[in-house]
């Protein structure tokens, strides 16, 4: 392995982490800073120089993609033998390994079975969407809750429906589960932890097998997550934490930073790592950027420019979002005649309810887009898929009777979760489409044709129409950010509640 290699092109931030073989390690990686090259490195150097063989080293990543351009660097550096993994790779590997089979069969998704037992509820629930309760089932489990404690351990966290009925969709879907044979995700590490607590020499064998690891988003980990690396690591301290405070943005999976806050504390003689130098962003942007950071608590990080000058961010005024979204089409085609690609274009949205707007503004201007999808959400294709087939000339009548039996109402309440309040804008559109429409010449189906023309767009190459959390990671040369606006962003459920305003502003942050 060439050690040239290993340190070649990084800065000072970058070199002291990567020659931190051994003990704890906390690397504070701003946004654009170099994270995963800083990681990969520093891995191989603890290869390079004997502090570990490339066996003995777990490296822990969110998603099955980073942990593949993670095993492909190493195998680049000369350090192909070290496991990089996701937390639930690494579980299933576990739990195969000392079971001698699979813990089961892994349900890919919860939101099926959770929809089979979402229509059981009464209304004006039974049509809320599936994906809101797999998130909520999702955020109980992952802060080791069962269907038993559920309700004590909210602590103020409110459920999309009522407490009561979230419990007993939660036990439902459990028992469901079970007898099926299946397991999901959070049931891995579940199974894993409990098969490290309950046999200790599993657990020294574990122990034997890795004797150092990385984690990368660690500002993402959760309860469970926690609970399980501290099992793997025991009262050793050779763990490499690295995340942005800043970019924490999952709290509604049970996600918090302060793991990641806490490490330094925890290790007293853990080696601190800021890497500041920013390779992604003009020093315009990086100047907003580091204006909210002193809002954004935890560990301070001002980054650094390393590319030239840019074009000032602008921000702009509007009466209101019809006037907003004619500015970013008038806009967008500006750009576009002078150069800048449709798919280097992107508006960020804080909520789904307001992608629609700009999926009309654009279709109207005849402006290619991808990512929005309002007839592919769970309002238009159930109500959709209800007037299949109908040939009724009172089309905006019949669109308003079917959305009531769907639950629409015309003043939503207060506390609906995010996916309910954009099911619920979703229907409104529709109604307010179906309006515009019916003319008493055409019929439903006329109605469902034109919007499929209007809204299928399938569109490739085209700009981006995208939620801030969907955005995290991607880049653009071109980016808006429409409705920075209370009750949007921030959302009206984060008002009055610190620890949701601090995750707005976070939003804000990584957009």
């Not at 099992?231 to 918090?256: H, K, M, N, P």
């Not at 601190?272 to 962003?281: D, G, I, K, Q, T």
């Not at 769970?378 to 079917?402: F, I, M, N, P």
């Not at 429409?482 to 305003?501: F, M, T, V």
């Amino acid at each position: 392995m060439d050690a040239a290699a290993i340190f070649d092109g990084l800065n000072p931030e970058q070199r002291r982490a990567v020659e931190a073989v051994r003990g704890p390690v906390c690397i504070l990686a701003g946004a654009g800073s170099g994270k995963t090259t800083t990681i990969t490195r520093r891995i191989a150097n603890q290869v390079a120089v004997g502090a570990f063989s490339a066996d003995q080293i777990l490296a822990v990543t969110f998603t099955d993609k980073a942990a593949r351009e993670m095993r492909s660097r190493l195998e680049e550096l000369g350090a192909g033998g070290v496991r990089a993994r996701t937390f639930h790779s690494a579980a299933f590997a576990q739990l195969r390994w000392f079971r001698g089979e699979p813990p089961g069969r892994i349900l890919a998704s919860k939101a099926l079975m959770l929809r089979q037992i979402g229509n059981t509820l009464p209304m004006p629930y039974k049509f809320r969407p599936a994906v809101d309760l797999a998130t909520e089932v999702e955020w109980a489990k992952n802060r080791r809750l069962t269907p038993e404690t559920y309700r004590r351990g909210l602590n103020g966290h409110e459920p999309p429906i009522p407490d009561d009925l979230m419990a007993r969709v939660f036990r439902e879907y459990e028992r469901r589960k079970e007898a099926s044979g299946a397991v999901d995700f959070e049931d891995l590490l579940a199974l894993a932890v409990k098969l490290l607590e309950d046999e200790p020499e599993a657990l020294a064998q574990v122990h034997d097998r890795y004797r150092a690891f990385t984690v990368d988003e660690y500002q993402d980990v959760n309860l469970l997550q926690q609970t399980l690396l501290e099992l793997w690591l025991g009262e050793r301290d050779d763990l490499c934490a690295v995340g942005d405070d800043y970019q924490s943005i999952y709290a509604f999976t049970g996600a918090t930073p302060e793991y990641l806050l806490a490490l330094p504390q925890r290790f007293a003689n853990a080696t601190l790592v800021r890497l500041e130098a920013n390779y992604r962003s003009t020093p315009q942007v990086l100047g907003l950027a580091n204006r909210l950071a002193p809002r954004l608590g935890g560990a301070e990080k001002q980054l650094r420019e390393t590319y030239g000058a840019g074009p000032e961010p602008e921000l702009r005024g509007f009466a209101d979002g019809e006037a907003e979204g004619k500015f970013v089409v008038e806009r967008v085609h500006e750009l576009h005649a002078a150069g800048t690609p449709l798919e280097e274009m992107a508006v960020l949205i804080r909520l789904n309810a307001r992608s629609a707007d700009f999926e009309e503004a654009f279709s109207d201007a005849e402006i290619p887009f991808q990512g929005a999808a309002l007839l592919t959400r769970d309002a238009a294709r159930q109500l959709l898929k209800g007037l299949a087939g109908s040939t009724s000339r009172s089309v905006a009548y019949e669109v308003r009777r079917l959305a009531r039996e769907h639950g629409w109402e015309e003043t939503p309440p207060e506390g609906l979760g995010e996916r309910e309040l954009t099911r619920q804008s979703d229907l409104a559109r529709l109604i307010r489409l179906a309006e515009e429409f019916d003319d008493g010449s055409h019929d439903v189906g006329d109605w469902i044709a034109w919007l499929r023309e209007r809204f299928d767009h399938g569109a490739q190459g085209g700009a981006h129409l995208l939620t801030l959390h969907r955005a995290k990671g991607l880049e653009w040369d071109a980016v808006f950010l429409p409705r920075i606006e209370e009750r949007e962003l921030p959302c009206k459920q984060a008002l009055g509640d610190d620890g949701a305003i601090a995750e707005e502003r976070r939003l804000l942050y990584v957009g």
